[in-house]
């Protein structure tokens, strides 16, 4: 048995060598320790506060495998990624896997090379998986975004339900549970639910005091955030709704000589995203202009600002996202730009999202019939999906039909794949048959199989643009003689360019019309109390706005902040601040207008700047150059 000391010794070893870091940071180590020696853990660290290394780290020093349960394959892609980057072996199984990479990495952790395996809480369920997995060494199991298991979380997944029945089936294997945002309600579910036995609960203050959050009223966002920029020499995060506002505002930016920025969002494809990310990683002024599909798994110490283009849809997320600047303790911002008439807007758009019953029911038996399943059936391929042709014979709105798919996608109903990915191939004729076939297609088989290994035994992931190089061919005619192919029953191809759809549970009818329908009703009504908490917060200008946060997630007697927008507002109101004088010293510098004035007095609330310029103008110690510019009056 290994000695206190040879423990110690080995935990900062793995802690310098993996990740490069001399101490750890807060809990992290009393986190460990806890696992380590095989007790149930709670960990609630607030985003930026290292909750991946807790459970990384003991896989490594643990023998066997440690079961991560993680319910965003987005996020189990990018953190098996990051520690293979780093040396550490790690593997996720996912719906979109074939059985043959399945059974690799099955076979990799029954030879306990695999150090950590993570999968969605749904394959606890998986007959195959649960058959593989006695004979798979488990060291414990790290459930991750713990807060899905409850029904008041921002993200409820009743397939986290299975944990617990899960964990029944194992002997005493201990169980982590870490999330970054949770109501003391919810912390509370978690415990009960993962039936967590007398846990060591680890909880953080969610109190930043190096983050300022200024909240700003305004109608042109464009002007404000080209202002912000102007004056920026430091690495920040601009989070908007649409891939669209991410590509139109980075271009606006470009046009108006800020170089120094690009958009992110998930519809680009995976090389390009990749050469994105590292360039703001490594960057000390890039800035990102991303939707939410940014910011999971990332560590940058160092992002000084992040901008909210518009609010975010719950104050979890809005924490979460805004915990991503000044990971390195130095003074950080948070921009928010909102006003009234968006978010009555943003009312209409959720309610425009939710279908009725009538409608779920028309989409979901749509999916069924178009691709012939019948009751209790479950067909193997792949199907290409064509949103429009769902929408054109349902006559319901886009925005209601991704709404239910992705219901149905984080339900293991379906595997959705809604974004560029790499294509799918798999011959379906024996290479003895292919000389019997035409000699046109025959000979583009015969150049399948010299470019392309693998595809007359299982499912070969490629790219049509690499094959076509191969071969010295347009990827476009390329796609077409696939379909040509397919349509006569030579092989199966998916594009990887379009939505695809796989069905991951049998047909049944009655399941959709009951449980399934009340389960989506109620995540609508989640989403919508969740948003109506948001925006009580933004338009709020009575209270501190991370008193609210805090008060939000349940701590008490806390004290302002000092240093928010409401805040700065307040201290002019109570001790006089002489914003006048400030302006002056300002315009004796330079001419500026008021979106610089503001900057330049640390973010000061334009409307307040404003009125004391209009009394400035009045008592003639300012002048205006022009319609939007003032200075300093030396006559």
């Known amino acids: 048995m290994i000695s206190p000391q040879d423990f110690e010794n080995l935990k900062h070893q793995t802690l310098k060598h993996f990740w490069g870091y001399d101490s750890f940071r807060d809990s992290q180590e009393e986190i460990i320790n806890s696992i380590v020696s095989g ?8 985003t930026g506060g290292g909750k991946s290394l807790c459970y990384q780290l003991p896989a490594l020093i643990l023998e066997g495998t440690c079961l991560v349960v993680s319910p965003l394959l987005a996020l189990m892609k990018d953190q098996v990624y990051q520690m293979k980057r780093i040396g550490i072996e790690a593997e996720y199984l996912s719906s979109e896997l074939d059985d043959y990479d399945a059974e690799v990495i099955f076979n990799r952790c029954k030879e306990e090379l695999t150090k950590l395996l993570y999968v969605s809480p749904e394959r606890l369920t998986n007959r195959l998986f649960l ?105 920040g995060i601009i989070y908007v709704r649409t891939r669209r506002e991410a590509e139109e505002l980075s271009n606006f930016l470009r046009r108006n000589q800020i170089r120094n920025v690009d958009f992110f969002h998930a519809g680009i494809p995976v090389k390009e995203k990749n050469a994105k ?39 979890e997320n809005y924490y979460q996202e805004i915990g991503r600047a000044g990971r390195d303790g130095e003074n950080s911002y948070a921009f928010l730009l909102w006003n009234e008439q968006e978010l009555k807007s943003f009312d209409q758009i959720l309610i425009n999202q939710i279908p009725s019953k009538a409608e779920f029911q028309n989409i979901v038996t749509y999916l069924y019939s178009t691709f012939q399943v019948a009751e209790s059936d479950l067909p193997e391929k792949v199907f290409q999906l064509h949103i429009q042709k769902v929408q054109n014979f349902t006559k319901v709105s886009l925005a209601k039909i991704r709404n239910v798919l992705n219901f149905l996608h984080h339900q293991e109903i379906i595997f959705y794949n ?25 000979y583009f ?82 989403k919508i109390q969740k948003w109506e908490e948001m925006k009580f917060f933004v338009e709020n200008k009575d209270f501190c706005k991370m008193k609210l946060i805090l008060s939000y997630f349940g701590e008490k007697n806390v004290k302002n902040c000092g240093h928010c927008s409401v805040c700065e507002q307040q201290k002019e109101t109570v001790f006089g601040r002489d914003v006048s004088k400030e302006i002056l010293e300002v315009l004796k510098i330079a001419p500026a207008n008021v979106e610089e004035i503001s900057i330049k007095l640390n973010y000061f609330a334009k409307e307040s700047i404003l009125e004391n310029l209009i009394h400035l103008l009045d008592s003639d110690k300012v002048k205006m150059l022009n319609f939007r510019t003032y200075c300093y009056n030396r006559d």
């Open 39 to 46: 007790k149930d853990t709670l960990a609630l660290l607030p």
């Open 418 to 442: 809604f974004q560029n990915s790499l294509s799918s191939i798999e011959l379906k004729i024996g290479p003895e048959e292919i000389d019997l076939l035409a000699k046109k297609d025959a």
């Open 277 to 315: 990310q590292n360039l703001w990683l490594q960057s000390p002024n890039q800035v990102l202009i991303s939707t939410n599909a940014f910011g999971m798994g990332i560590d940058k110490d160092n992002v000084r600002f992040i901008i909210h283009f518009s609010p975010a849809p719950s104050i």
């Open 131 to 235: 058959q593989n997995l006695e004979e798979i060494q488990i060291s414990f199991i790290a459930v991750d975004e713990a807060h899905c298991i409850s029904e008041w979380g921002q993200d409820f997944r009743p397939s986290y339900q299975n944990i617990k029945a899960f964990r029944d089936n194992l002997d005493k294997i201990s169980c982590l549970a870490l999330t970054a945002t949770a109501t003391p309600k919810v912390l509370q579910e978690i415990q009960l639910k993962l039936n967590l036995k007398n846990p060591v609960v680890f909880q953080k203050s969610f109190r930043r005091n190096n983050l300022k959050i200024v909240f700003d009223k305004i109608s042109d966002k464009y002007e404000r955030i080209l202002n912000l920029l102007k004056y920026n020499n430091s690495s």
């Open 445 to 526: 088989i015969e150049l399948l199989l010299r470019n392309i290994s693998g595809i007359t035994t299982h499912k070969v992931m490629f790219s049509e643009k690499s094959f076509s190089t191969k071969i010295a061919s347009d990827p476009h005619l390329i796609k077409e003689r696939f379909r040509e192919l397919q349509h006569k029953g030579y092989l199966d191809y998916i594009d990887g360019a379009l939505s695809s759809v796989k069905f991951l549970k049998h047909r049944d009818q009655r399941d959709i019309e009951g449980k399934y329908w009340n389960l989506f009703s109620q995540i609508q009504k989640n």
